[in-house]
């Protein structure tokens, strides 16, 4: 299984960029969907997560309001449409899927994301 992650790059405080992720392989049941990141110095954190029918979504607190989260399931692919962005949101962002039968957990090989003031 191979989690191919997309869209990071550098925009100034404010703009708007959009992150997509693209699972391949052998996939069966996948669970929740999300986005992590990690700053430098930092613990990896959890952005936003989306629930397997998507009718679920959980962001962290720093970004409601400003990111969303949304998946298609028939694709296998998850993205984070990110505006407002803040210098803050500067970090290197992966997805992650989970599943069952049996369990699993996959992380993407991650995508820079700078904001710049």
Do not use: H
Request: with cysteine; hydrophobic share 35%; net charge positive.
């Amino acid at each position: 299984v191979q989690l191919q992650a997309s869209g990071g790059g550098l925009v100034q405080a404010g703009g708007f960029l959009r992150l997509s992720c693209a699972a391949s392989g052998r996939i069966f049941s996948i669970n929740d969907m999300g986005w992590y990141r990690q700053a430098p110095g930092k613990q990896r954190e959890l952005v936003a997560a989306i629930t397997s029918g998507g009718g679920s979504t959980n962001y962290a607190d720093s970004v409601k309001g400003r990111f969303t989260v949304s998946r298609d399931n028939a694709k296998n692919t998850v993205a984070l449409q990110m505006n407002s962005l803040k210098p803050e949101d500067t970090a290197v962002y992966y997805c992650n899927i989970v599943g069952g039968g049996p369990p699993y957990d996959y992380w993407g090989q991650g995508t820079q994301v700078t904001v710049s003031s």
